[in-house]
C-alpha cells in the first residue's frame, strides 16, 4: 500500500477559491461522502463562519449549505473531477484536505502504483498535477471496535466504497439501524486507526522514481 500527497492546480474557477482569497489564508475541509459526482464535505470556517455561509448560500451550483455550529459548514456541490478520478481508480481520499485559491493538496491511499499513475493521468485533463511525496506501508492487524469492523464490513460487502458507489450513506445507516451521522463517525475512526497504524510501520519509497509525473 502506498500513501502518495499530490499537488493540484485546478483550471476551472471555483468557490472554495473566492473563499480562500477573502479569508485571506488557506482552509481545511473534511470529505464526508462522494456521490454522483456530488462532493458533501464540512468545511472549517473559523471565525468566519457567517461571511462563507453567506457566499456558499448565494452561489448557483452549491446545492446544499447548513451551519453545524460556530465554526463548521456543511456543503455540497459538484465534484471538481479530482475525487471521482481519485476513486474510480481504486484510490482512498484521506478526509481532511488543504486548498488555498486554485491550489489543493490530496493525501490518498493505493495499493498499486499503476492506480496511482492512472489517477494522475484523470486529473491531468483538468488541471495541473505534481507528486509530492509518495511513501510505502508495511500492513498489520488494526484493532478497531467491534461496532466500527461491523460497520466498515457493511460497508465493503454493499458497495460503499466501489466507484461508482453503490449504497448511499443514509441507506447503509438504516440497514444497520443508526444515524447516518454516526455511520460517517464510526467510518472516520475506523479509517483513522487504519491509516496511523499503517504510519507506524511504513518505509519511505525513493522519490528518484519519476514515472508517475513525467
Known amino acids: 500500500m502506498y500513501q502518495a500527497k499530490l499537488y493540484f492546480r485546478q483550471e476551472k474557477g471555483c468557490v472554495l477559491e473566492e473563499l480562500t482569497h477573502d479569508a485571506g489564508e ?26 462563507h455561509y453567506e457566499t456558499l448560500d448565494a452561489t448557483d451550483h452549491v446545492e446544499h449549505v447548513e451551519r453545524l455550529d460556530e ?7 459538484p465534484s471538481c473531477g479530482a475525487y471521482s478520478a481519485i476513486y474510480k481508480n481504486h484510490g482512498t481520499l484521506q478526509r481532511s484536505n488543504v486548498i488555498s485559491g486554485k491550489q489543493r493538496v490530496y493525501n ?17 485533463t483538468f488541471g495541473v498535477v505534481t507528486l509530492g511525496k509518495l511513501e510505502q506501508f508495511g500492513e498489520r492487524q ?12 457493511r460497508a465493503l460487502e454493499r458497495g460503499y ?9 443514509e441507506d447503509l445507516a438504516a440497514e444497520l439501524g443508526i444515524s447516518k451521522a454516526t455511520l460517517l463517525e ?10 496511523e497504524n499503517s504510519l507506524d510501520n511504513m518505509d519511505r519509497v525513493s522519490l528518484a522514481d519519476r514515472e508517475f509525473v513525467t
Open 26 to 51: 488557506p482552509l481545511c475541509i473534511e470529505i464526508e461522502e462522494l456521490h454522483d459526482d456530488k462532493v458533501t464535505f464540512v468545511l472549517e470556517s473559523g471565525n468566519r463562519t457567517h461571511e
Open 71 to 77: 465554526h463548521n459548514i456543511l456543503v455540497t456541490k
Open 108 to 124: 490518498i491511499l493505493v495499493f498499486r502504483r499503476d492506480d496511482l499513475k492512472d489517477i494522475i493521468t484523470d486529473m491531468r
Open 142 to 153: 488494526t484493532e478497531l471496535t467491534t461496532q466500527q469492523r461491523k460497520v466498515v464490513h
Open 161 to 169: 466504497f466501489d466507484w461508482p458507489r453503490q449504497v448511499k450513506s
Open 186 to 195: 464510526h467510518l472516520r475512526k475506523a479509517e483513522r486507526k487504519l491509516l
